[in-house]
């Protein structure tokens, strides 16, 4: 669990209303861990979930609301919609009860379009793609505004995201798709490697156990390297590179011409296809 911020100085102390979670399953529960870490007050938080986790359950303690109707909850900041794309059409006719004239509605869906979100929630909508790392503070989100989001409700979603991570902003929609492609799926891709190269290791010949150990220290040690260090990803990887050496020899498999490079674009192509299809 990362650090807390002292309650004086978190931005999400000053949200002004309630905060509307709908969905808390793996990446709004991230979430909701991220904010109420940072010093969102729990009694400024309802969450919407029809299954809810123990560990969700158990914020009761904490004073988050769990499916409160909209008649009990009163004004609404924000709400933040965290189903299933595939799941929106339905919830989204009980979740426009509580949504008001002002309301900031903060979509991490992968797919819906702004379009859609106002025209089934109205308020004002914010697309945002996080990732799971956000239920440590490392995540990542890009976020887009539609028009009608004041510069107070966009402070209000910088708030929310940012306690979860780093946020960019962008002004172009159609770039949230390979987004998603990137930051939002990207962390499936990572842990497969890491899959994957114990896997290899046990074929070289390691104990299963020993295999995974290694594999999985190399993998978190390299991305924290790679997040402390001011050098970029090609340098550090030159820097594991001794020349004639044994990561020369597997890099040449590696960055062959069927290599990672194909497989990597292929992969994130078809992960932005399938968000462009989850719009429909
Ligand atoms: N997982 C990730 O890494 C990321 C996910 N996202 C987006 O986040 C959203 C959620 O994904 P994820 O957390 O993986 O999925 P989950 O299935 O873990 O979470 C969705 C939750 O919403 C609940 N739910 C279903 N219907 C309703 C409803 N009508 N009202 C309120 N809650 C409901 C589900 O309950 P039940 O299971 O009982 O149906 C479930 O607990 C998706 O839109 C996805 O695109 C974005 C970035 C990253
Ligand atoms: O797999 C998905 O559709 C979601 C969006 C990004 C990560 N998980």
Known sequence: MFAMTSSAQSPLQQ?????????????????LTGWLAQGLDGGDVVVIEPHPTEEIAALS?????LNASAGDVGAVSTLVVAVKPQMFAEAAAALRGYVGPSTLVVSIMAGKPIAA????????????????????GRGITVAVAAGNVTAAQRGIADALLRATGGVEWVDDEALIDAVTAVSGSG???????????????????????????????????????????????????????????????ALEVLMANDGFRPLLTRAVAAATKRSKELAK
């Open 15 to 31: 949200l002004g209303g309630t905060v509307v979670l709908a969905g808390a399953g793996k990446m709004g529960g991230a979430l």
């Open 187 to 249: 962390p499936a891709y990572v842990f497969l490697l890491a899959e994957e190269l114990a896997r290899a290791g046990v074929e070289a010949g390691l104990p299963e156990g020993l295999a995974m150990t290694l594999a999985r220290a190399t993998v978190a040690g390299s991305g924290e390297l790679l997040h402390r260090s001011d050098l970029d990803a090609a340098t550090l990887r030159k820097n594991v590179t001794s020349p004639g050496g044994t990561t020369a020899a």
């Open 61 to 65: 303690a904490r004073g988050v609301r």
């Open 117 to 136: 979100l106002s025209e089934q929630l109205g308020g004002h909508v914010v697309r945002a793609m996080p990732n799971t790392p956000a239920a440590i």
